[in-house]
């Protein structure tokens, strides 16, 4: 059983940057892909970036590339989604999410995900 819990969003004008943080439970943080994802009022929940158990490899939606930064630190069992420049569409409840892998891959797919948190808000004035 992974816990994950979000912490690190808020307000933001247009531009600015934050940085999320995604802290597990447990003993096995590094056996697991993680992931962000997002969902925006009257919208479904929409991959943002992923992260292998390593570290080594990283995925993003093309929306994002560029912009926002997906880390790990596996000695302390968190996972980061920094992000800049970041505009009014960036606007969502943000949730990380682990997956149990066998290799070094991210997971692109939500289903493929086995641990959720709660979710954090991100809002971006213009």
């Known amino acids: 059983q992974v816990q994950l819990v979000e912490s690190g969003g808020g307000l933001v004008q247009a531009g600015g940057s934050l940085r999320l943080s995604c802290a597990a439970s447990?003993?096995?943080?590094?056996?697991?892909?993680m992931g962000w994802f997002r969902q925006a009022p009257g919208k479904e929940r929409e991959f943002v970036s992923s992260?292998?158990?390593?570290?080594?490899?990283?995925y993003y939606a093309d929306s994002v590339k560029g912009r926002l930064t997906v880390s790990r630190d596996n000695a302390r069992n968190i996972a980061y989604l920094q992000m800049n420049s970041l505009e009014p569409e960036d606007t969502a409840v943000y949730y990380c999410?682990?997956?149990?892998?066998?290799?070094?891959?991210?997971?692109?797919?939500?289903?493929?995900?086995?641990?959720w948190g709660q979710g954090t808000q991100v809002t971006v004035s213009s």
């Open positions: 999410a682990a997956g149990l892998v066998a290799g070094n891959s991210g997971l692109i797919s939500a289903y493929a995900y086995d641990y």
């Open positions: 447990g003993r096995t943080f590094s056996r697991y892909a």
């Open positions: 992260i292998s158990r390593s570290g080594s490899n990283t």
